[in-house]
């Protein structure tokens, strides 16, 4: 982990900011990033796409700007007090990666310009009075993972025609839970599949959630988007052929580590945007006047090895619709 890369302390964000002040010029701007996940390899490959979209509008971290990242490892309760942390010091722009870190941003202030990535559409979670004009003092990029939620269930039953039941894991910490789980409820309507939604927040809770399902009677996962699930991609796909459970993520993380599926946005792009807006904010452009980026290109990828390990046979309709199929 950078140097300037802190971990929140529980009970708040007990970041030394007083020695980081000490090391920067005064006049170097600070940039605050909260992010929900913990600082892992996932992660930390994602924030070095951050900064080189800050690259690319001519800021260096050391150089001219300074940059305070705090994590609140999956404890999603943390976030209020360490975004409170951020808005006492002199931070120029916060970086808000997950919707529950933009969502404790935007309660925590009005005036400091914040870019976000988050999951939803951020007109109808409340973040921006338009996707094209924004307003207010937020921006950034939407993955629109929860409304492309049910393109994933659909493919998985595309690719699992015999799983008539199916189960959706969540994290009921993260406030877009509830929404994955009621558009998806009505998506397996639709197709006439019964779907049992699972909860899981911390890691201890996989083994549990993974013993369960062949007693409820599923025959495939769908695993919900969530910052804690990214970071423990590795883990989900592990499990899912363990407990011999054909699987859809939408990270493609998720496919490559040995999941059967995934079907998704490039979070790397994400990232790269914020780092571009954010040097945008700091060279004087204002958020109200950025628009939010919308994810436009989703990549289906399918692994066939583990096809083959569970036993399945993907038809050649699902195979030719695949962007990228790991043999």
Known sequence: MKRREFIGLAGGAAVTWARAARAQSPAMP????????AAGAVFLQLNA????????????????????????????????AMTSDLTRHDVAVIVAFTTPAVRAAKAATGKIPIVFTTISDPVQIGLVASLNRPGGNLTGVTLLSVEVGPKLLELLHEAVPSATTIALLVNPTNPNAETQSR??????????????VLNASTEGDFDSVFSKLHELGANALMIGQDAFFNTETEQLAALSIRYAMPAIYPNREFAEA????SYGTSQRD?????????????TGEKPADLPVVQAS????LINLKTANTLGL?????????ADEVIQ
């Open 30 to 37: 600070v940039i605050g990033v909260l992010n929900s996940a």
């Open 297 to 300: 290109r989703f990549e289906l």
């Open 313 to 321: 046979s993907l038809s050649p309709d699902v195979l030719s619709i």
């Open 258 to 261: 040995g999941g059967l599926m």
């Open 270 to 282: 994400a990232y790269l945007q914020v780092g571009r807006y954010v040097g945008r904010i700091l």
């Open 49 to 80: 796409a951050f900064r080189q979209g800050l690259s690319e509008a001519g800021y260096a971290e050391g150089r001219n700007v300074t940059i305070e990242t705090l994590w609140a490892n999956g404890q999603y309760d943390r976030l209020p």
């Open 183 to 196: 558009n998806l409820q009505a998506a397996a309507l639709g197709l006439g599949l019964r779907l049992h």
